[in-house]
């Protein structure tokens, strides 16, 4: 791609659209403000600095104070004014990229993407609605930042010691009430100098003895964010991940059992385990199970898809959850594989008499799509993407969980 050429104040920020190792910025421009949040969300996990508007008349600021170098917006005929939009970036000399959303096949995406064109705005492919997290990544692939690979390699042992790991809760939602009723945990790391680090640079094999101390950490840092969360709102019920090597210890359960709160409000502690561990180890998963779930800790199998078929027709099923992999949920709206994949496992879920969960709902389709096919709980970014416990504690104080507005 071709620099962008500018003076003044801005030579030093000077945009290289490309990759780079300036953090990009983005602003995005709606009426609507849970597309909004759910745009500037999904944006910031890709390394965005974000801001928003939700009139035009906003947008003359930001373009001074913010500095973007993508601007997102919706196309509808009751939302934000894109006429004016693209009137102000031109009267701005805006040099970054456009990017519209607005359904498919609308006259009025189609109007807006020439006219932008015609003014010399270097506009993306609009992005059609309903649309998931990757598509969005797809569209703007030529402004993310290369990932800082941390080097050396940061060691589980060094992290521990230096404080610098925490979990971070996304929200699990009543598919049929939109009430908030629990939390997956997901571990972060945190670095003085890289920031919030990928799970991919430090999360060990599963043989290497550092992961039982990661996942040590994982179930007391569990709990202390429980009992947080317990003083800060109210109880809320928290599932960990955990491999099947933590489980071979022969110390794992009087271990765990010793760990969980003896608190009358702990409503106790879900374990989530890759169904390929659990159909590879179903014997030791199922006693395992059996045991634990008359200690207030239950198991739930994670990432379930199209091996499905591995758990029918058990004995005994002594599992609280199946969760279905996000790759059969994002976009099952309008695929009928995906929701085929979906109803046989909800199918098998009701035969054993367990809840059966929705991984990565992104759009309201999907989770339209979810609700009618039966699923009792759902999560993703359409409700709220993994944050930080302090974050998670204050957000449940918020206005209720909403679909649309």
């Known amino acids: 791609m071709t620099d962008t050429?500018?003076?003044?104040?801005?030579?030093?920020?000077?945009?290289t659209f490309g990759r780079r190792k300036m953090t990009p910025r983005a602003c995005v421009a709606d009426s609507k403000k849970h597309l909004r949040a759910f745009l500037t969300d999904v944006l910031e996990d890709l390394g965005f600095v974000t801001s928003e508007c939700a009139k035009a008349d906003q947008l003359g600021k930001i373009l001074e104070s913010q500095l973007p170098d993508?601007?997102?917006?919706?196309?509808?005929?009751?939302?934000?004014?894109?006429?004016?939009?693209?009137?102000?970036?031109?009267?701005?000399?805006?040099?970054?990229?456009?990017?519209?959303l607005g359904a498919r096949e609308s006259i009025i995406v189609k109007a807006v993407q020439q006219v932008g064109e015609e003014y010399g705005i270097a506009m993306l492919p609009p992005l059609t609605t309903p649309f998931a997290a990757d598509t969005l990544r797809e569209r703007i692939a030529?402004?993310?930042?290369?990932?800082?690979?941390?080097?050396?390699?940061?060691?589980?042992?060094?992290?521990?010691?230096?404080?610098?790991l925490e979990l971070w809760y996304q929200p699990k939602i009543d598919a049929r009430t939109l009430v908030r009723c629990?939390?997956?945990?997901?571990?972060?790391?945190?670095?003085?100098?890289?920031?919030?680090?990928?799970?991919?640079?430090?999360?060990?094999?599963?043989?290497?003895?550092?992961?039982?101390?990661?996942?040590?950490?994982v179930?007391?840092?569990?709990?202390?964010?429980?009992?947080?969360?317990?003083?800060?709102?109210?109880?809320?019920?928290?599932?960990?991940?955990?491999?099947?090597?933590?489980?071979?210890?022969?110390?794992?359960?009087?271990?765990?059992?010793?760990?969980?709160?003896?608190?009358?409000?702990?409503?106790?502690?879900?374990?989530?385990?890759?169904s390929t561990e659990v159909i590879d180890n179903l014997d030791l998963l199922i006693e395992f199970a059996k045991k634990m779930r008359l200690h207030n800790v239950a198991v739930s199998i994670d990432d379930l898809g199209t091996d499905w078929p591995?758990?029918?027709?058990?004995?005994?099923?002594?599992?609280?959850?199946?969760?279905?992999d996000r790759q059969f949920v994002t976009g099952c709206a309008n695929d009928r594989l995906k929701r085929t994949v979906c109803r046989r496992i909800i199918e098998l879920a009701r035969g054993y008499g367990v809840r059966v969960v929705a991984k990565g709902i992104e759009t309201r389709a999907d989770f339209v799509a979810a609700n009618e096919m039966?699923?009792?709980?759902?999560?993703?970014?359409?409700?709220?993407?993994?944050?930080?416990?302090?974050?998670?504690?204050?957000?449940?104080?918020?206005?209720?969980?909403?679909?649309?507005?």
């Open 5 to 15: 050429l500018c003076d003044g104040d801005l030579a030093e920020r000077c945009t």
């Open 70 to 100: 993508l601007i997102v917006f919706g196309v509808s005929v009751d939302g934000i004014e894109a006429g004016k939009i693209l009137e102000i970036l031109v009267r701005r000399g805006f040099g970054g990229k456009v990017l519209t």
């Open 142 to 164: 030529m402004l993310l930042p290369e990932e800082p690979a941390p080097s050396p390699a940061v060691h589980v042992p060094e992290a521990l010691h230096a404080g610098w």
């Open 182 to 217: 629990g939390a997956e945990a997901l571990v972060r790391m945190r670095h003085p100098t890289w920031g919030v680090v990928p799970p991919g640079y430090f999360i060990p094999e599963d043989d290497d003895p550092d992961f039982l101390r990661l996942s040590d950490f």
């Open 219 to 274: 179930i007391d840092r569990a709990m202390e964010d429980w009992r947080y969360l317990l003083d800060q709102q109210s109880p809320t019920d928290i599932s960990i991940n955990l491999p099947v090597s933590f489980l071979r210890n022969p110390r794992a359960m009087p271990d765990l059992c010793h760990r969980m709160p003896t608190h009358p409000a702990f409503g106790g502690l879900l374990i989530e385990i890759n």
């Open 310 to 324: 591995a758990l029918m027709g058990l004995d005994t099923f002594p599992f609280a959850e199946l969760k279905v």
């Open 374 to 405: 039966g699923f009792d709980l759902v999560q993703g970014y359409l409700f709220g993407k993994p944050m930080a416990v302090k974050k998670f504690a204050r957000s449940a104080l918020a206005e209720p969980v909403l679909v649309s507005k």
